[in-house]
């Protein structure tokens, strides 16, 4: 998620919960500490994080069935998550770093747009190690490690969908203006967070956002569904707080490749 670029503005789920906050604490501490190039911090993950990872990841893997778009199942065939505990970020990325040179750096929480946007120039992810609390597990309104590695994952295992977030990243390193970078990064947000597109007559979604979460699965069906428009798409906030009212449909990934590869060769602030 770019603010990743809107911070959520309620407070989280398991901010009551003692337990779990001091489990994400260590994590959130350990990540600020990393530097890139040195090993990535190993989690001692709890019994409820691996029940909670099981549980999700299979009713994803379901509904990703119905509603993924083709290049997002093949890049979790290749990318091959474990469905039965929550794996190391570090083992995820060097598998990662096979496929397409991505790797996953750990990241303390939500960055600003140019941290979190900026290193995937160098095919670098930024991702969050702790799960989220189970109180609520069906949506999140920030990036946790499922969000990270069964949304985002898939695409960076695609190289025709890793070259677009490299593209997302040299667009931000050369921009010099607050503002502009924004604009990039709600052209990330409604494509590469919560983008969907037409394949085989159906509506299919690409979105990490939404292939990361039960409950923006089953809601996008009741979304405002709009054309493709990288000049509306720019102009318009988000909530991250709250599943998403307005979703914009590209005619096909191709569409949407062509679109975004325009924008982002050309955007100059």
């Not at 911090?41 to 709890?46: H, I």
Request: aromatic fraction near 8%.
């Amino acid at each position: 998620m770019p603010n990743r670029p809107s911070q959520p503005s309620a407070s989280l789920p398991g901010e009551d919960d003692p337990v779990y906050s001091r489990r994400r604490q260590t994590i959130l501490e350990a990540a600020q500490a990393y530097t890139p190039g040195r090993p990535v911090p190993v989690v001692d993950y709890a019994p409820d994080d691996h029940r909670l990872w099981r549980t999700l990841t299979g009713e994803l893997e379901q509904l990703h069935q119905k509603y993924a778009c083709r290049e997002f199942l093949e890049g979790a065939g290749r990318l091959g998550l474990p469905r039965t505990h929550v794996p190391q970020l570090a083992d995820v990325s060097a598998g990662l770093r096979t496929l397409t040179g991505f790797t996953f750096d750990p990241a303390p929480a939500i960055l600003p747009p140019t941290e979190f946007i900026g290193p995937l120039a160098e095919r670098r992810f930024q991702a969050t190690q702790y799960l989220r609390h189970s109180s609520r597990p069906h949506f999140s309104p920030e990036p946790d490690m499922l969000h990270e590695l069964v949304g985002h994952g898939p695409a960076l295992a695609h190289e025709r969908w890793a070259a677009l977030y490299e593209l997302f990243g040299h667009t931000v390193r050369r921009l010099r203006d607050d503002e502009a970078v924004g604009t990039v990064a709600r052209v990330f947000w409604f494509t590469m967070e919560t983008g969907v597109v037409r394949q085989g007559g159906e509506l299919k979604v690409c979105g990490a956002t939404l292939m990361s979460s039960v409950g923006e699965l089953r809601a996008m069906e009741t979304a405002d569904l709009r054309p493709l428009s990288v000049r509306e798409m720019a102009a318009r906030d988000y909530d991250v707080d709250a599943y998403q009212p307005v979703l914009f449909c590209a005619e096909s990934f191709a569409d949407l490749d062509a679109a975004l590869v325009d924008f982002l060769t050309s955007f100059d602030g």
